[in-house]
Structures are given as C-alpha cells and as structure tokens.
C-alpha cells in the first residue's frame, strides 16, 4: 500500500469544518500554549463554542490568537484542518445577545453540545445565575492536509 499526500483546497477546508464537531483548540499566555478538547459548529468562517469559566477562557481573554484543528481518519489515510484565528466572546448584553443566540442555535442542534463544557472536575457553589460563555473563533487563515492510499 503507498499513500500520497495533497494540500486541502479552502472549500475542502471549509466543508471540513462544517461537517466536524469535535477539534482541539489551542491557546497561549506568556509563551506558554494550552490545548483543549473542544465541541463546536462552523457557519460563515466563524466556529461557535460554549464553554465554562477557567483556564482557557482566561488565556483568551488575555490573548485572543487562537488555533483550533480539526481531524478525521479516512479509510487508509486521514485528513486534517487548522484554522488560525482570533477568539471574541458573546456576552449576555444587548450588543452581544444577537451572536450568543445564534451560536447557541447552531450548537444545540447537537444533544451532547453543552454536557462536557458545563463538568468541572470539582464541585462549584450553586450560583444565583448561569457563568457559561459563547463565543467564536473567527477565521483568519486556514490550511489543511489529506493522506490517502494510492494502491
């Protein structure tokens, strides 16, 4: 069996990204990265996410320049997409209600979308209001790659 190797086309990149719901995304403060399992739903260039307050929404919030790749095996061979981009947070405002709503319709379409990022490894105080986050990784480059059997 050979394998043979070719760049993904933007449109490959793009379908990628709509089709997958699972990546992991990258982060870094003082030149140290962070890299997290991560859930989401890609529309218009722009991945939406939720996620619970800790060390990932911190690092971003500190540095918004995000990496988030996707991955998927095929066949003899496997594909994957990275994307370069810059993270900006819905708040719970009227400004930022509009795209906090519409990330929240793209992810619910998906039963498990919210149960990983609403776990925390220690039990929390119950708090008077919700302290989950939307937010979108907003495309800035993109790149991806296939490895496939050329028998």
Not at 71 to 95: C, H, M, N, Y
Not at 115 to 132: D, I, Q, T, W
Request: hydrophobic share 40%; proline share 5%.
């Amino acid at each position: 069996m050979s394998l043979g190797l070719r760049e993904y086309t933007q449109a490959e990149c793009h379908s990628a990204l709509e089709e997958a719901r699972f990546g992991h995304l990258a982060c870094c403060k003082d030149s140290q990265p962070y890299v997290v399992p991560i859930y989401f739903s890609y529309e218009n260039g722009v991945a939406y996410c939720f996620s619970m307050p800790g060390r990932k929404l911190e690092w971003m919030r500190e540095n918004d320049k995000v990496c988030l790749q996707v991955d998927q095996r095929l066949g003899g061979g496997w594909a994957s997409v990275i994307v370069e981009g810059k993270f900006e947070e819905f708040p719970d405002t009227d400004v930022g209600r509009r795209e906090r709503l519409h990330a929240w319709e793209l992810l619910q379409k998906h039963s498990d979308w919210w149960e990983v990022g609403s776990l925390k490894p220690k039990e929390l105080p119950v708090l008077a209001e919700s302290p989950h986050v939307f937010f979108g990784i907003f495309v800035h480059a993109l790149s991806g790659r296939v490895v496939f059997r050329s028998d």
